[in-house]
Antibody, heavy 118, light 106 residues
Framework: QVQLQESGPRLVTPSETLSLTCTVS????????WSWIRQPPGKGLEWIGYIYDSETINYNPSLKSRVTISLDTSKNQFSLKLSSVTAADTAVYFC????????????WGQGTRVTVSS | DIQMTQSPSSLSASVGDRVTITCRAS??????LNWYQQKPGKAPRLLIYAASSLQSGVPSRFSGSGSGTDFTLTISSLQPEDFATYYC????????FGQGTKLEIK
């Protein structure tokens, strides 16, 4: 059974870069889309972006200038970097596995709360 | 960008009721539409993919329909564990979620 686990700092200083890693266990990282999604406190879901391989990456246009998603197949991990953060980036960040074809996300991490504050 | 609009934003219903939630896309998305259930403090759970396909392990009281711009999620007979927030998601072009529908106990 595939499981995902987010890890990274829970507190980030404004203007710095938020960095999170999602570790995939119980299955291969190949042949799936790997996504990041976030949810600000009390609000809805926002898709951040996905990666399939080094040439297939797609970002939410509203975040594109600040986001980088990368893949490390040797470690079965993928990562998120969000630069120049502000308080508006405070949220629960989820990683998820997406299917080829319809891109539905069938496996999710538990989420990690990241607060942007000085 | 494709905008997804869910209605209603909130809904009160009783155990045993039949409930329908609607999701409308600002342009045609074929059947690139998925539904998720989220409970407080938990990650979303996939219910329906490709507009009408039931995810493995999801009870058959959940069903989805629609194509193009108009989609529905139906719960045929509400159970206590179904009270949650539901989101639609389009994956036709640069993915996006609806704003959510909070289903509460009447």
């Amino acid at each position: 059974q595939v499981q995902l686990q987010e890890s990274g700092p829970r507190l980030v200083t404004p203007s710095e870069t938020l960095s999170l890693t999602c570790t995939v266990s119980g299955g291969s990282i190949n042949n799936y889309y790997w996504s990041w999604i976030r949810q600000p406190p009390g609000k809805g879901l926002e898709w951040i972006g996905y990666i399939y391989d080094s040439e297939t990456i797609n970002y939410n246009p509203s975040l594109k200038s600040r986001v980088t998603i990368s893949l490390d197949t040797s470690k079965n991990q993928f990562s998120l970097k969000l630069s120049s953060v502000t308080a508006a980036d405070t949220a629960v960040y989820f990683c998820a596995r997406g299917s080829v074809g319809y891109y539905y996300m069938d496996v999710w991490g538990q989420g990690t709360r990241v607060t942007v504050s000085s | 960008d494709i905008q997804m609009t869910q209605s209603p934003s909130s809904l009160s219903a009783s155990v045993g009721d039949r409930v329908t939630i609607t999701c409308r896309a600002s342009q045609s998305i074929s059947t690139y539409l998925n539904w998720y259930q989220q409970k407080p403090g938990k990650a979303p759970r996939l219910l329906i993919y490709a507009a009408s396909s039931l995810q493995s392990g999801v009870p058959s009281r959940f069903s989805g329909s629609g194509s193009g711009t108009d989609f529905t999620l139906t719960i045929s007979s509400l159970q206590p564990e179904d009270f949650a927030t539901y989101y639609c998601q389009q994956t036709y072009s640069t993915q996006g979620f609806g704003q959510g529908t909070k289903l509460e106990i009447k």
